[in-house]
């Protein structure tokens, strides 16, 4: 993963989008940095001034991403015809609603 800290510039964010902003003290909370880590190839950290960071993400790898989940969630559905508790328990382990 390509992580940058500092202040971001126009080009450090083109074609990118904010995928979390809070305030922190130090870095990014663990369980946000797991999941880009996990999820994305490129991640743009900026941190701002009042002890606030926001973290940018790929907008073509976000718009991938939810297509995947939009396609796992109709196989789901499809099972859930013939089997409604393993499409649900497998729902639940990928986080997908169905």
């Known amino acids: 993963?390509?992580?940058q800290s500092g202040n971001a510039t126009a080009t450090g964010t083109t074609g990118m989008k904010k995928f979390y902003e809070d305030?922190?003290?130090?870095d990014?909370?663990?369980n946000v940095s797991l999941l880009v880590r996990s999820l994305y190839t490129k991640v743009?950290?900026?941190?701002l001034p009042n002890n606030r960071v926001s973290v940018f993400v790929p907008v073509e790898e976000d718009v991938i991403i939810d297509k995947f989940?939009?396609?796992?969630?109709?196989?789901?559905?499809?099972?859930k015809d013939e089997n409604s508790g393993?499409?649900?328990k497998l729902a639940?382990?990928?986080h997908i609603k169905l």
């Not at 743009?44 to 941190?47: D, M, T």
């Not at 989940?69 to 099972?79: D, P």
Request: aromatic residues 6%; hydrophobic residues 35%.
């Open 44 to 47: 743009h950290v900026e941190y």
């Open 86 to 88: 393993l499409a649900e």
């Open 1 to 3: 993963m390509n992580e």
């Open 69 to 79: 989940h939009e396609e796992v969630r109709k196989l789901l559905l499809s099972i």
């Open 28 to 30: 990014i909370p663990r």
């Open 23 to 26: 305030y922190c003290i130090g």
């Open 92 to 94: 639940r382990h990928h």
